[in-house]
Each structure stands twice: as C-alpha cells, then as structure tokens.
C-alpha cells in the first residue's frame, strides 16, 4: 500500500538523501549524488523494486516520529502489545565521494520484541536485480557501476533477492546496521562505529543549527526549514536541488511526475534572502559560486535549470517498469524543461549577483561583465514569446511575470552603477527600463479586472503576478497591485491556499490536474503584510504551517480536498518561502522589503 507523503521523513549527508516511511521501510534513496540511478525506488513502484525494512514482526499499536533536536537525525518509537523499540536513522556525511553511509539502529526501549529485517537492493530506479553474495562475513549486493556492503552482528539470510532476518530486542538491547553504497568497481570500504557516527552526526548538526540568527515566535519551522534546505544542497558543489525525488505527482494518478532533482536558476534570490537572513553566509556564498560557475557561456544558451555541478544535458525518458507513485505514470528522470525559454532568470540572475553585493559577498571582478553581456542579450530579446516561469507545454506566449523580470534585470544593473561604481550605459539602460515598465502596464493589465494577466492579451490570472511588488516593479499599495491580489483573492484560492493559474489546457499543454502551489501561497501572505493586513497574512501563514507533516516538512503542492501533500518532497522552494515569510512577518525591514526596495 503506497504511504502518503505526510508519513515520509528525509534523512541525508549533503550528497544525496533518502526518505523513511513511520513503518519503517526506506522507499527511496539514489547513490552516490541526489540525480544518481535509485537503489531503493519503491515509492515509485512496489517493494520488489528495491526498499530497506525495519519494523515489528507483528502487534503494532502506533509510531510516533521526531528529529532529535536540531538534526537530521530521525527516530521513530514503535509502541507495540509486547514492548516499545526506537529506530534511529541518518547518514553521516564523509569527504569521500565514493561512498554513501546509512546507518540504523534499533534500540529495545521496553519489554520484548520480535523485530523483522528485509532489505531489497535494486538498481537502476527497480530494473537491475543484483547479485548478492559476501563479502567478507559482510553481504554485498554488486550489478555493474553500483554496489551495496552491509554490516551487522545478525545472521541474514537470501530469501527472492533479498536479505532477510528476524530478531527479538529486549529492553536496553540495541542493534546496528550499516549499508555503504559504493562503485562496483571497489572493495567494500570499512565500516564505521554506529554510536560514535551518530554522536559525530549529531554534533555537526547541532553546531550547523547553532549559526541560526533567527529567534522569532516560528523558530522551530524556520530552523527545520533551513535544515532542509542544507540537506537538499550538494555540498561538493554548492547546488541546491529543488527536490531529492522524482515523479511524486501534482495529482495522483495524473501524468504531471516532473523530475526535480536538479537546481533552478529562479529560486536563486529567494534562496539567497533565506539564507542570508538567517545567518548562513557560507552556503549563500557557496550558491553564489555555483551560480557564476553554471552560467558561463553564452546569454543564448542560459538554461532555467542544471545538474548539482552545472551540467546542461538533462534529457527526459520514461521508466516503464515502474508503476508509478499511486499508479501516477509516467515515471520521468531527467526534465525537459531545461530546453525552455524563461526569460524571466535573467532577472533572477541579476537580482541574485546584486543581493550578494548587498550582502557584501563581492562577486568575481569578471562577474560583471558577464552581467552585462547576459543584459545586451536581454536587451534584444526581452520582447519575444517565452515558455513562462511554471514551465507550461503549451507553447510560447508574452507571458506577463517574464517582463516583469526583465524589467528587473535592468533595474538591478542601473542600481550596480548607481550603488556599487560599476561601469556602464546606464541612460541606455534607463530608457530601456523606462520602456519595459510602459509595456507591462500597458499591455499585462487588464482594466476591466482592475488586474494583471497572466500573458499579454489574455483574461486569466497567475499567481506569478503576485511577484509584482515583491521585486519592486509597483510598490504594494499601488492600485493595480490591490486589484490584483484582490483578483487573486477570489479567482486563484480554494480553501485558503493559492493556485498557480486558471487551468487552461491550450496554456499548458497537459490534461488538467494539479493542487493548490504553496510557494504562492507564502508569496499572498507577504504582499498581505506589505499592504498593512499583518493579521491576514499571520493566519495565512499559521494556516500554511499547518500542513506540514509531523516532522515539519513540506512538498511543493497541497490538495485542499484530499487533504494531502502533493508533489516532489521535501521541496525547497516550499521551504524557503516559508524562511522568508517568517522574517517578513518579523522583521520591520524583512526579505519582501528589502528586494522591492532593491
């Protein structure tokens, strides 16, 4: 039976990361990197297709689940009619790029328990059934590039490909399982000690979490929030994935399944704001770097997405051995998106190198003049039809938000000559400015709806307008933004929580399907505080905290009539919306403010 997306939790070591269910099965983990070939994909499919199991044989009264403190590390308490056991899971993080640790532990808490082992390796997302044999006393299961050695006290048996043992725990009795992913190619590394593995986990977390500047009234979902955002970010290169999954539906059952473990370039400046904001320097630092690393070359080929270390080719393919999370088919690796035309990330890009230079963070000398050839490129192009901020197949339109984002890119070199000395056109760049601002008013708002549009023309409205004041284009009180958010208020809303945009199969491209957005939801409760309705938009917020799951995590969809998570998960872009909102809420000068008065 597929487990919702409330009862998964995420575990990592900045490489990549894996997702337990409360029952105790690991459904989901790729090896080595975060876009690697899965080794457990059962989330995807069925159990055959490669999960990790630890639970009670039988008599299972209920799981309780927490992190331990300010960690990564996850416990799950299975209160069973014969006694109580702990499972503790997490991955320490090493140098060594050709391994991947996951340890568990399982600890008898009281009375006794008859506990069952079942560990299923598959690789290549379910399609390769390795051979399994041992190494050492240690078994390993090996099929070409990819391997798993596992270590434990316990006697495991082969049962259908896979190992298998039972074992009863007694109270104060604890046992230890590591697996260590590594190349085929490879001896098995050494195993590590559990108990110090996790006092060293534990402690590097705890030192992480310590960093955090934020100490408001929503600390304990900001500071989650930020551990996500570390555990989804690929710590040899700097990038942050947008999610550490692929295919988990916008609507189950529908063929919305987008791989999203890859880095987009339009969360750059909300991530940056989050991070910095919250005192991570560092990480913000190291996006930067990744950022000006993956966009050099020509303006013509900047994509909207890469791989963790910047790579381009990111061609799709469908698995047709997996059935799909809840039937939901096809499964996809790889995006095609990435062929895309989002005019709208040259302003995220030129927002981004001008938030770090606020911060102080100065960028590469040769930064600039990478900038300003991107904005002669934009220059000439930021009329043309695009394929628009949501990544819609349906072909390209004048779509309103990708000229609100040119026009911020613009605006952001003229201020890098005003505020930072650099050189440049800067009357060639004001009247281009001045030019585009024209055109979106003109042409993106629809007076008979006292709103903004979607695209040039057209009558539906986009959560994207929402982004309006928040990068500066109009200040928040300005009429036509009241009428949008308005607008957005009664057309784009079902249960409180905000939809992208009206449905529209010619837009899109793909039959209709998917739930409420919830970065778009935190993006209504900041302009609700710009506009002066702090009550509004704290309920919208409390509203949006309600639906995590138990250990604070959240996807990138909600479905407020099935009253599930939807989506990839945990998603970033969810998570760093909230980190934001949570300042903007607090702070006089918060990160809403401080990127629309650029």
Same mark, same amino acid.
């Given at each position: 039976m597929t487990l919702p997306l409330e009862d998964y939790g995420l575990i990592g070591n900045a490489r990549t990361a894996a997702l337990v269910g409360r029952d105790g099965s690991i459904d989901w983990m790729c090896a080595p990197r975060f876009d690697s070939s899965a080794a457990f994909a059962a989330m995807l499919g069925r159990p055959a297709d490669g999960r990790w199991a630890i639970r009670p044989a039988t008599g299972i009264l209920s799981a309780e689940r927490r992190y331990r403190g300010d960690t990564l590390i996850l416990e799950t308490r299975f209160h069973t009619r014969?006694? +109580?056991?702990?499972?503790?899971?997490?991955?320490?993080?090493?140098?060594? @790029?050709?391994?991947?640790? /996951?340890?568990?532990? $399982?600890?008898?808490?009281?009375?006794? $328990?008859?506990?069952?082992?079942?560990?299923? &390796?598959?690789?290549?997302?379910?399609?390769? $059934?390795?051979?399994?044999? +041992?190494?050492? @006393?240690?078994?390993?299961a090996i099929a070409g590039p990819d391997a798993l050695t596992l270590s434990t006290p316990l006697p495991v048996e082969i049962v259908d490909a896979a190992w298998h043992a039972d074992f009863t725990l007694v109270a104060g009795q604890k046992v230890?399982?590591?697996?260590?992913?590594? %190349?085929?190619?490879? %001896? #098995?590394?050494?195993?590590?000690?559990?108990?110090d593995c996790l006092a060293d986990t534990e402690r590097r977390w705890l030192a992480w979490s310590s960093r955090c500047t934020y100490d408001g009234r929503w600390r304990d979902a900001v500071m989650r929030s930020l551990i996500t955002l570390k555990a989804l970010t690929h710590r040899p290169t700097g990038g942050i994935v947008a999610a550490p999954t692929t295919s988990l539906p916008e609507a189950v059952g529908g063929v919305r399944n987008w791989d999203y473990r890859y880095c987009w370039l339009r969360d750059a400046t909300f991530t940056l704001y989050a991070l910095l904001t919250s005192g991570y320097h560092e990480e913000a630092h190291a996006w930067r770097e990744w950022l000006l690393r993956t966009v050099a070359g020509q303006p013509a080929q900047l994509q909207i997405m890469y791989g963790l270390a910047g790579e381009r080719r990111l061609e799709e393919q469908a698995l047709p051995w997996l059935d799909g999370y809840a039937g939901s088919r096809p499964? +996809? =690796?790889? !995006?095609?998106?990435?062929?895309?035309?989002?005019?709208?990330?040259?302003?995220?890009?030129?927002?981004? *190198?001008?938030?770090?230079?606020k911060a102080g963070i100065e960028p590469e000398p040769e930064a600039w003049d990478v900038q300003k050839v991107f904005l002669d490129f934009l220059e000439g192009h930021w009329r043309d039809p695009d394929d628009g901020l949501w990544e819609v197949r349906g072909g390209r339109r004048q779509f309103t938000h990708s000229k609100v984002m040119a026009?911020?890119?613009?605006?952001?070199?003229?201020? #890098?000559?005003? =505020?930072?000395?650099?050189?440049?056109?800067?009357?060639?760049?004001r009247r281009l400015q001045r030019q585009i601002h024209q055109d979106v008013l003109a042409k993106g708002?629809?007076?008979?709806? !006292?709103?903004?549009?979607?695209?040039?023309?057209?009558?539906?409205?986009?959560?994207?307008?929402?982004?309006?004041?928040?990068?500066?284009?109009?200040?928040?009180?300005?009429?036509?933004?009241?009428g949008t958010v308005?607008?957005?208020?009664?057309?784009?809303?079902?249960?409180? /929580?905000?939809?992208?945009?009206? &449905?529209?199969?010619?837009?899109?491209g793909l039959p209709p399907g998917e739930a409420s957005f919830l970065a778009c939801t935190f993006w209504l409760a900041d302009n609700l505080a710009m506009q002066g309705r702090g009550r509004d938009a704290c309920d919208l917020f409390e509203r949006l905290l309600d /639906?995590? !799951?138990? *250990?604070?995590?959240?996807? @990138?969809?909600?479905?407020?009539?099935?009253?599930? /998570?939807?989506?990839n998960f945990p998603q970033a872009f969810s998570h760093v919306a909230l980190v934001n909102t949570a300042h903007n809420l607090e702070m006089a000068f918060g990160p809403a403010k401080q990127r629309s008065a650029a």
């Amino acid at each position: 039976m597929t487990l919702p997306l409330e009862d998964y939790g995420l575990i990592g070591n900045a490489r990549t990361a894996a997702l337990v269910g409360r029952d105790g099965s690991i459904d989901w983990m790729c090896a080595p990197r975060f876009d690697s070939s899965a080794a457990f994909a059962a989330m995807l499919g069925r159990p055959a297709d490669g999960r990790w199991a630890i639970r009670p044989a039988t008599g299972i009264l209920s799981a309780e689940r927490r992190y331990r403190g300010d960690t990564l590390i996850l416990e799950t308490r299975f209160h069973t009619r014969s006694g +109580r056991v702990l499972l503790v899971d997490f991955m320490p993080g090493t140098q060594d @790029e050709q391994r991947v640790d /996951l340890l568990r532990l $399982v600890i008898g808490e009281a009375g006794s $328990v008859d506990m069952r082992f079942e560990l299923t &390796p598959r690789f290549d997302y379910g399609r390769s $059934v390795p051979w399994l044999r +041992r190494y050492g @006393e240690r078994p390993c299961a090996i099929a070409g590039p990819d391997a798993l050695t596992l270590s434990t006290p316990l006697p495991v048996e082969i049962v259908d490909a896979a190992w298998h043992a039972d074992f009863t725990l007694v109270a104060g009795q604890k046992v230890a399982f590591h697996l260590i992913w590594h %190349p085929g190619h490879h %001896p #098995a590394p050494p195993p590590l000690d559990a108990e110090d593995c996790l006092a060293d986990t534990e402690r590097r977390w705890l030192a992480w979490s310590s960093r955090c500047t934020y100490d408001g009234r929503w600390r304990d979902a900001v500071m989650r929030s930020l551990i996500t955002l570390k555990a989804l970010t690929h710590r040899p290169t700097g990038g942050i994935v947008a999610a550490p999954t692929t295919s988990l539906p916008e609507a189950v059952g529908g063929v919305r399944n987008w791989d999203y473990r890859y880095c987009w370039l339009r969360d750059a400046t909300f991530t940056l704001y989050a991070l910095l904001t919250s005192g991570y320097h560092e990480e913000a630092h190291a996006w930067r770097e990744w950022l000006l690393r993956t966009v050099a070359g020509q303006p013509a080929q900047l994509q909207i997405m890469y791989g963790l270390a910047g790579e381009r080719r990111l061609e799709e393919q469908a698995l047709p051995w997996l059935d799909g999370y809840a039937g939901s088919r096809p499964v +996809r =690796i790889g !995006n095609d998106a990435h062929h895309q035309l989002q005019l709208d990330v040259f302003g995220e890009l030129m927002d981004t *190198l001008h938030v770090v230079r606020k911060a102080g963070i100065e960028p590469e000398p040769e930064a600039w003049d990478v900038q300003k050839v991107f904005l002669d490129f934009l220059e000439g192009h930021w009329r043309d039809p695009d394929d628009g901020l949501w990544e819609v197949r349906g072909g390209r339109r004048q779509f309103t938000h990708s000229k609100v984002m040119a026009w911020v890119a613009v605006d952001r070199a003229i201020k #890098a000559v005003e =505020i930072f000395g650099r050189a440049g056109p800067v009357e060639r760049w004001r009247r281009l400015q001045r030019q585009i601002h024209q055109d979106v008013l003109a042409k993106g708002f629809d007076p008979e709806l !006292n709103s903004f549009v979607q695209y040039y023309g057209g009558k539906t409205l986009d959560a994207s307008l929402l982004m309006v004041p928040l990068v500066g284009f109009l200040p928040a009180r300005d009429p036509r933004v009241l009428g949008t958010v308005s607008a957005i208020e009664h057309g784009l809303i079902h249960d409180g /929580l905000v939809y992208r945009y009206s &449905p529209d199969p010619k837009i899109e491209g793909l039959p209709p399907g998917e739930a409420s957005f919830l970065a778009c939801t935190f993006w209504l409760a900041d302009n609700l505080a710009m506009q002066g309705r702090g009550r509004d938009a704290c309920d919208l917020f409390e509203r949006l905290l309600d /639906l995590r !799951n138990d *250990l604070g995590l959240l996807s @990138e969809e909600y479905d407020p009539i099935r009253r599930r /998570l939807l989506g990839n998960f945990p998603q970033a872009f969810s998570h760093v919306a909230l980190v934001n909102t949570a300042h903007n809420l607090e702070m006089a000068f918060g990160p809403a403010k401080q990127r629309s008065a650029a």
